[in-house]
C-alpha cells in the first residue's frame, strides 16, 4: 500500500531533514511512529498525507507512483488518507457536527445521508452533547477528539495521527486507541506518531523510529 | 469497509450512542464565512459600482430615446422658405410655393405661417417687442409628411426652382448634428460602463485575494480531506455570488429610486423653463418598460462577473500554492 524507496526531504536549502527512507507499509497494519522532537515525525506524515513532495526518491501509494499524478490526482488520493493534526485544524466558523462531516460533504454526500453516522460517532467520543458548539468553545480535550472523529468519519484506507492523544485524559485516551484499532481490523492501515510511552506498551504493534532523520522498524 | 456498515462497534457503549443519535437537520453553514468586514465592504462597493452602472446605461437609454423621438419628429417635416425679392409678391409666391408642395406625394398638411408667426421664430435672437414690420422677414411653409418613404425632397427642390427666391430646408443638418450628438453620448456612457465594469473586476480580484489570505486556514484544511480545486473555487464562487447579487441589488434599486425621483421632480417641481430643457434632453425621463428591465438585468450581470471573477482568482490562487 506504502512504499518509500530512498525517499529525503529539505525545506528550501536546508539540510536534509529525512534522509535514506526505504519502507513498505502493508494494506491494514498497525504502526507507531516515535522518535524524539525534531527526529522528522510531522514531515514524514506530510510526506505519507502528499502534502509534501520528497526532494530525492519516490513514494508509491495504492500501487501508483505519487511523483507523477497530478494535482487533481493527488487531492482524489488524499480523499483516502484520513489525517488528525495537532494542532486540530478545526474550522471556527463551523459546528463541530459540520466539521466532522466536513470530509463527506466536500465528497458530495448529502446531509440527510451522513447525519446519522456522524451524530453516532460524535456521541461515541463524547461530544454528543456538543455537536452544534463552535470550536473555540470546545475544550483541548474536546477540539482533539472532534479532529479525531473528522478524519475517520470517511472511513479512510489510511488514517495518520499526529499525538492524537496528547489533550486527552488516559481513559479516553485509551478508548480513542481502541476506536483506531477497530478502523485498523475493519481494514484501515494506521499510522500514529506518538511520544507517549504507554501507548507503545499497551499496543504491541511495529515501531518506526525516527531518528536524526533516518527510520528503523522495529 | 461497507459505506452502509454501522461507523463503529459501540460495545458497552450502545445504549447511550444511540440515545443521543437523533439530530435536527438544518442548513449547513456556509465552508466559506459569508459575514466579514471584508465582504461587507466589497458588497458595499459592488452596490455603488452597480449604481453607477445603471445611472450610466439610464442617462444613454434616455438619450437615446430622446434621439430617436427628436429624429423622428424633425423627419416628419420640411420647411419652405419664401426670402423677400424685390418685385417679386411675396402672398403670390407663398400660394404658388403651397400648391407645389401639395401636389408632391407623401405630403400631408401644408400650412403657411403668417407674418406674426414667423416674426415670433425670431425672437429667441432679437427679443421680445420689435416692430419686426420695418424688416423684409422671409416667410415660412410647414410642410408636414404623410409618408416620409413615398416623399421626395428632391422634387420638391426641383418644382420650388422656379419660384424666385424660394428654398427647401428638410433639416438634414439638424439631423445629422443630432445623431452625431447622441452617438458620442451612446458611445461615452459605453465607455464610462467598460470603466466600472473593469474596476468592478479589479476590486473583486483584490477583494478574492484578500478573502483568500484570510482564510488560508479553511483553503489547506479542505486540500487536506481531499476537496478538488474547483469545489474549493465553487464554495468562494458562491460567496462572492451571494455578496454581488446582494450588493447588485441594493444598487439597482437605489439607481431606479432615483430616476423615479428625478422623473417626478422634473416632471412636477422644476420651473417651467428648466423642465423644459431637461425634457429637450431626456424626454420625460421616462425608461420605459424596456429601459427598465436592462437596468435589472445589470444586477445579475454584475453578481455573475463577481462569481466569474472571484472563481477565476481563486482558481490561480489555488495553482500558485499547489
Known amino acids: 500500500m506504502i512504499e518509500f524507496d530512498d525517499v529525503a526531504l529539505r525545506y528550501g536549502d536546508?539540510?536534509?531533514i529525512l534522509r535514506n527512507l526505504t519502507f513498505k507499509i502493508a494494506p491494514g497494519s498497525f504502526h507507531f511512529l516515535t522518535g524524539p522532537s525534531g527526529a522528522g515525525k510531522t514531515s514524514l506524515l506530510k510526506l505519507l498525507l502528499l502534502s509534501l513532495k520528497p526532494t530525492r526518491g519516490h513514494i508509491n501509494m495504492f500501487g501508483r507512483n505519487t511523483g507523477r499524478l497530478s494535482q487533481d490526482q493527488l487531492l482524489d488520493m488524499r480523499r483516502h488518507i484520513g489525517i488528525v493534526f495537532q494542532e486540530f485544524r478545526l474550522l471556527d466558523h463551523l459546528t463541530t457536527f459540520e466539521n466532522v462531516a466536513l470530509p463527506l460533504r466536500v465528497q458530495g454526500q448529502k446531509?440527510?445521508?451522513?447525519?446519522?453516522?456522524?451524530?453516532?460517532?460524535?456521541?461515541?467520543v463524547g461530544l454528543g452533547d456538543r455537536m452544534h458548539a463552535h470550536p473555540p468553545l470546545l475544550s483541548g480535550g474536546e477540539k482533539q477528539r472532534a479532529a479525531i472523529a473528522r478524519a475517520v468519519i470517511a472511513k479512510p484506507d489510511i488514517l495518520l495521527a499526529d499525538e492524537p492523544t496528547g489533550n486527552v485524559d488516559p481513559d479516553l485516551s485509551t478508548r480513542l486507541l481502541h476506536l483506531f484499532a477497530q478502523l485498523n481490523r475493519m481494514g484501515t492501515t494506521v499510522i500514529i506518531a506518538t511520544h507517549?510511552?504507554?501507548?507503545?506498551?499497551?499496543?504491541?504493534?511495529?515501531?518506526m523510529i525516527l531518528h536524526e532523520g533516518?527510520?528503523?522498524i522495529e | 469497509m461497507s459505506s452502509d456498515q454501522t461507523f463503529v462497534d459501540y460495545g458497552e457503549d450502545e445504549p447511550r450512542a444511540r440515545r443521543t443519535t437523533h439530530i435536527r437537520l438544518h442548513r449547513a453553514t456556509p465552508i466559506v464565512p459569508q459575514n466579514s468586514v471584508a465582504g461587507r465592504t466589497l458588497m458595499l462597493l459592488i452596490a455603488i459600482m452597480t449604481f453607477l452602472s445603471c445611472i450610466t446605461l439610464g442617462g444613454v437609454i434616455l438619450v437615446q430615446k430622446s434621439a430617436i423621438a427628436w429624429s423622428s419628429d424633425v423627419g416628419r417635416e420640411v420647411t419652405i422658405q419664401i426670402r423677400p425679392i424685390d418685385g417679386q409678391d411675396m402672398d403670390s409666391n407663398l400660394r404658388a410655393s403651397k400648391?407645389?408642395?401639395?401636389?408632391i406625394p407623401g405630403v400631408g398638411n401644408v400650412r403657411v405661417l403668417s407674418a406674426e408667426e414667423s416674426g415670433k421664430l425670431l425672437e429667441p435672437w432679437l427679443g421680445a417687442g420689435l416692430d419686426l414690420t420695418v424688416l423684409d422677414i422671409p416667410r415660412m411653409i410647414a410642410v408636414e409628411l404623410s409618408d416620409p418613404r413615398e416623399f421626395d425632397a428632391d422634387q420638391l427642390a426641383e418644382n420650388l426652382s422656379t419660384i424666385k427666391g424660394a428654398s427647401l430646408d428638410t433639416h438634414s443638418a439638424w439631423r445629422q448634428q443630432l445623431n452625431a450628438m447622441s452617438g458620442t453620448m451612446v458611445l461615452t456612457g459605453v465607455l464610462v460602463l467598460l470603466l466600472i465594469i473593469v474596476a468592478t473586476i479589479l476590486a473583486v480580484v483584490f477583494a478574492t485575494r484578500g478573502t483568500m489570505a484570510s482564510n488560508r486556514t479553511i483553503v489547506d484544511v479542505l486540500h487536506f480531506i481531499g476537496a478538488s480545486n474547483a469545489f474549493i473555487a465553487g464554495e468562494f464562487q458562491d460567496r462572492f455570488l451571494n455578496l454581488g447579487l446582494?450588493?447588485?441589488?441594493?444598487?439597482?434599486?437605489g439607481a431606479i429610486v432615483f430616476f423615479i425621483i428625478v422623473g417626478t421632480v422634473s416632471t412636477n417641481y422644476l420651473p417651467s423653463e428648466a423642465g423644459s430643457q431637461l425634457s429637450a434632453f431626456f424626454g420625460r425621463f421616462s425608461l420605459g418598460w424596456d429601459g427598465l428591465l436592462l437596468l435589472i438585468l445589470v444586477v445579475p450581470i454584475i453578481a455573475g462577473l463577481t462569481a466569474l471573477t472571484s472563481r477565476m482568482t481563486v482558481r490561480r490562487f489555488l495553482t500558485q500554492i499547489s
Open chain 2, 99 to 103: 400648391s407645389i408642395a401639395e401636389a
Open chain 1, 14 to 16: 536546508g539540510p536534509e
Open chain 1, 214 to 216: 533516518e527510520l528503523t
Open chain 1, 111 to 124: 446531509e440527510s445521508d451522513y447525519s446519522e453516522n456522524v451524530a453516532e460517532l460524535l456521541t461515541w
Open chain 2, 246 to 253: 446582494r450588493g447588485g441589488a441594493a444598487g439597482g434599486l
Open chain 1, 196 to 207: 507517549e510511552r504507554s501507548l507503545l506498551e499497551d499496543f504491541p504493534t511495529p515501531r
